[in-house]
């Protein structure tokens, strides 16, 4: 499955992220075929004193991918690379789809473990901003990696386990492109499993009330609630023997497809039109979906189709304060001329011992707030980013927010670590950029 052809070198032209909200304007692009021909190119940029940063599809609100310098698109090192069936692993090339990845495994039958909500992101674009889902004791993507390789800034190639290399191990699962280019990713695979999905509808404040115990009795458990409403949506997720009880492809068009994202899409075109009608679309949008059952394989139980585009800001609170945290976002949304179209979304992570991830050293609740692609979302997540950070909230790295690396000392107990490992990897920094620069320091 390994990627195949000749790496290529084209002049800059303008990148624009999946949002739309970032662009970068790279000297310019190589797209290189082989290991090889990516340390190649670093060390050229090295030559030419450019900045080098690897790109994936771009499904970062952060500009943590941007550069003026070389832009590295891994398109052509996708692939697995090899399956140990003894160890339970599976090796796979850097730029690979998450989406090709869930389908190759299910084939081998085999699966990640938990995955996030959407699959178009490459697998070390996705760890390397700390991509995940939801989980009472299973983590994001990054902590379901056993071991990495990567280009380090002088063009040479590292591999880093819990036994090789593990100061790197460490920091470098979710390592922001600050550490090296990451060229392939082993994740831990289990055999194949079903889900068992039942998704409902509950009142908000039943869910805060029951909030504990729905996270302890269920091994996936998510919400979304729906401002100007008392409304939420609720989704757990299990290990079922079976049988598998797949959504209907006419109920899942209607639901995933058509509800979900065209009419979705239409109301927001609307909201964003006539602000004044958001409140009244919100109560009829947390009402359209009804309850569910299905049962499938985990990807299918995962993930699912997200057209409707839009800007994210994601704060990681501690788990214990979320529901005062999520009581506090939604004072400040009731009392305020806010228009909020879109969702809030609410999950959970075990705590897990990557230098910077959002859940390191302590159990974690994800909230997630949304606005509308060309919509003004500024002071909504102002507003909602003062009420995170009054949480010891850690920011999600590959989403909007506002934070620099004088707070993001204070809130990573690790932070320190992480950036001497960056001195002494690219002393150079040859993989700047202005994100990094912010949220690292210089």
Same mark, same amino acid.
């Given at each position: 499955?390994?990627?195949?052809?000749?790496?290529?070198?084209?002049?800059?032209?303008?990148?624009?992220?999946?949002?739309?909200?970032?662009?970068?304007?790279?000297?310019?692009?190589?797209?290189?075929?082989?290991?090889?021909?990516?340390?190649?190119?670093?060390?050229?940029?090295?030559?030419?004193?450019?900045?080098? =940063?690897?790109?994936?599809?771009?499904?970062?609100?952060?500009?943590?991918?941007?550069?003026?310098?070389?832009?590295?698109?891994?398109?052509?090192?996708?692939?697995?690379?090899?399956?140990?069936?003894?160890?339970?692993?599976?090796?796979?090339?850097?730029?690979?789809?998450? =989406?090709?990845?869930?389908?190759?495994?299910? @084939?081998?039958?085999?699966?990640?473990?938990?995955?996030?909500?959407?699959?178009?992101?490459?697998?070390?674009?996705?760890?390397?901003?700390?991509?995940?889902?939801?989980?009472?004791?299973?983590?994001?993507?990054?902590?379901?990696?056993?071991?990495?390789?990567?280009?380090?800034?002088?063009?040479?190639?590292?591999?880093?386990?819990?036994?090789?290399?593990?100061?790197?191990?460490?920091?470098?699962?979710?390592?922001?492109?600050?550490?090296?280019?990451?060229?392939?990713?082993?994740?831990?695979?289990?055999?194949?499993?079903?889900?068992?999905?039942?998704?409902?509808?509950?009142?908000?404040?039943?869910?805060?009330?029951?909030?504990?115990?729905?996270?302890?009795?269920?091994?996936?458990?998510?919400?979304?609630?729906?401002?100007?409403?008392?409304?939420?949506?609720?989704? &757990?997720?299990? @290990?079922?023997?079976?049988?598998?009880?797949?959504?209907?492809?006419?109920?899942?068009?209607?639901?995933?497809?058509?509800?979900?994202?065209?009419?979705?899409?239409?109301?927001?075109?609307?909201?964003?039109?006539?602000?004044?009608?958001?409140?009244?679309?919100?109560?009829?949008?947390?009402?359209?979906?009804?309850?569910?059952?299905?049962?499938?394989?985990?990807? =299918?139980?995962?993930?699912?189709?997200?057209?409707?585009?839009?800007?994210?800001?994601?704060?990681?609170?501690?788990?214990?304060?979320?529901?005062?945290?999520? &009581?506090?976002?939604?004072?400040?949304?009731?009392?305020?001329?806010? &228009?909020?179209?879109?969702?809030?979304?609410?999950?959970?992570?075990?705590?897990?011992?990557?230098?910077?991830?959002?859940?390191?050293?302590?159990?974690?609740?994800?909230?997630?707030?949304?606005?509308?692609?060309?919509?003004?979302?500024?002071?909504?997540?102002?507003?909602?980013?003062?009420?995170?950070?009054?949480?010891?909230? @850690?920011?999600?790295?590959?989403?909007?927010?506002?934070?620099?690396?004088?707070?993001?000392?204070?809130?990573?107990?690790?932070?320190?670590?992480?950036?001497?490992?960056?001195?002494?990897?690219?002393?150079?920094?040859?993989?700047?950029?202005?994100?990094?620069?912010?949220?690292?320091?210089?």
């Amino acid at each position: 499955m390994s990627g195949t052809g000749s790496g290529t070198t084209t002049s800059g032209r303008a990148w624009h992220n999946w949002a739309g909200n970032i662009t970068a304007r790279p000297v310019r692009e190589v797209v290189p075929a082989s290991v090889e021909e990516l340390s190649a190119a670093v060390r050229e940029a090295a030559e030419d004193g450019l900045r080098v =940063k690897a790109v994936g599809t771009g499904h970062s609100f952060t500009a943590a991918a941007a550069t003026d310098g070389v832009m590295i698109r891994p398109d052509l090192l996708t692939g697995i690379r090899g399956i140990d069936r003894d160890a339970m692993t599976v090796t796979v090339e850097a730029g690979t789809p998450l =989406k090709r990845l869930n389908v190759a495994l299910a @084939r081998e039958g085999l699966s990640l473990t938990n995955m996030g909500d959407i699959m178009e992101q490459t697998v070390s674009g996705a760890i390397s901003t700390g991509t995940h889902g939801t989980g009472r004791e299973s983590g994001s993507l990054a902590a379901q990696v056993t071991a990495l390789e990567l280009v380090t800034a002088d063009g040479s190639v590292l591999t880093c386990s819990r036994e090789e290399n593990a100061d790197v191990f460490a920091a470098a699962r979710v390592g922001l492109g600050a550490l090296g280019i990451v060229t392939a990713v082993t994740f831990a695979v289990e055999p194949v499993f079903l889900l068992a999905a039942r998704e409902e509808p509950m009142p908000l404040d039943r869910v805060l009330a029951e909030f504990d115990q729905l996270w302890a009795e269920n091994e996936h458990f998510e919400f979304y609630w729906f401002p100007h409403t008392g409304n939420t949506n609720t989704k &757990r997720n299990n @290990r079922s023997a079976g049988p598998k009880r797949p959504v209907s492809q006419v109920r899942g068009w209607l639901e995933d497809e058509f509800l979900s994202n065209g009419v979705f899409q239409v109301a927001n075109w609307v909201g964003r039109a006539v602000p004044a009608t958001v409140p009244s679309i919100a109560r009829i949008s947390s009402r359209a979906l009804s309850a569910r059952a299905y049962t499938d394989i985990p990807y =299918k139980v995962f993930t699912s189709p997200r057209r409707v585009r839009f800007v994210e800001m994601e704060y990681a609170v501690p788990r214990a304060a979320l529901v005062d945290t999520l &009581r506090e976002l939604k004072a400040m949304v009731d009392r305020s001329p806010l &228009r909020v179209s879109f969702p809030v979304e609410v999950r959970t992570a075990p705590a897990d011992d990557i230098t910077l991830s959002t859940a390191s050293g302590r159990d974690s609740a994800y909230i997630a707030v949304h606005m509308f692609k060309g919509t003004p979302h500024r002071a909504y997540f102002t507003a909602a980013e003062r009420i995170f950070t009054a949480h010891d909230g @850690r920011p999600h790295w590959g989403k909007v927010h506002t934070r620099d690396a004088d707070y993001l000392a204070e809130t990573y107990p690790r932070f320190a670590e992480f950036t001497a490992l960056r001195n002494r990897l690219d002393p150079d920094r040859r993989f700047q950029n202005d994100y990094l620069r912010r949220v690292l320091g210089s």
